[in-house]
């Protein structure tokens, strides 16, 4: 290590420097004495409890940290999501789109079992007009946990790609959750006037 290099865990205060036959740490010597003291032994073994402490603290925050900062980002697209529905012909809608999908990837990826983000992340690609995707995520959320929410919004999906019997499936599902859920009522009442039962 050269010296004054920052410590490999992010510590920007912690430095690490080489020196024949010690190191030093936070210009604190542990340097073995000549004789090899009990008290150079426990300096080390102090050193190497610190580090490891750092290492279990910084894994055991990001693991804590991951849901905070993916509810942080939520919040940051779910604004920027509802700025542009009320702005439709607001400019750089795409882009503002975009930007609102790459902050919910990402909350995603921080906290893979939040289902309100999956659906925030579906509805943001029917905003921009990727089905596919949108149907994905939906799909990825009911992995999560089994609603009405989830099945009705993976209709209006088949529904927009004319998948009929399939957005069918979907709202009688919904309402064998909850009979009263009044989106899959309303999406089937659309869907009965398109295309009727068969």
């Known amino acids: 290590m050269t010296a004054g290099a920052s410590f490999i ?24 004495s000549p004789t090899g003291s009990s008290a150079s032994k426990s300096r080390w073994i102090k050193t190497g409890l610190s580090i490891t402490c750092a290492v279990l603290c910084g894994a055991a925050l990001d693991y804590v940290s991951g849901p905070v900062r993916a509810l942080l980002l939520e ?9 542009v529905t009320q702005e439709p012909t607001a400019p750089y809608r795409g882009i503002w789109l975009e930007y609102g999908i790459r902050k919910l990837v990402k909350a995603c990826e921080l906290d893979p079992l939040n289902q309100s983000v999956r659906l925030l992340l579906g509805t943001a690609y029917l905003l921009d007009g990727r089905l596919e995707p949108a149907l994905d995520s939906f799909k990825n959320a ?13 209709a209006f999906c088949y529904m927009q790609m ?22 899959a009522l309303d999406y089937l009442a659309e869907l009965n006037k398109r295309k009727p039962v068969q």
């Open 162 to 183: 004319r998948e009929w019997q399939r957005a069918r499936d979907c709202l009688e599902l919904a309402l064998s959750f909850k009979p009263d859920f009044q989106d």
């Open 75 to 83: 919040r940051e697209a779910h604004a920027v999501l509802r700025a």
């Open 142 to 154: 009911e992995r999560i946990r089994r609603d009405p929410r989830v099945y009705t919004d993976m």
């Open 9 to 32: 865990l992010g510590f920007p205060d912690l430095t690490l420097t080489r020196k024949p036959g010690c190191l030093e740490l936070n210009s604190m010597e542990a340097c073995p």
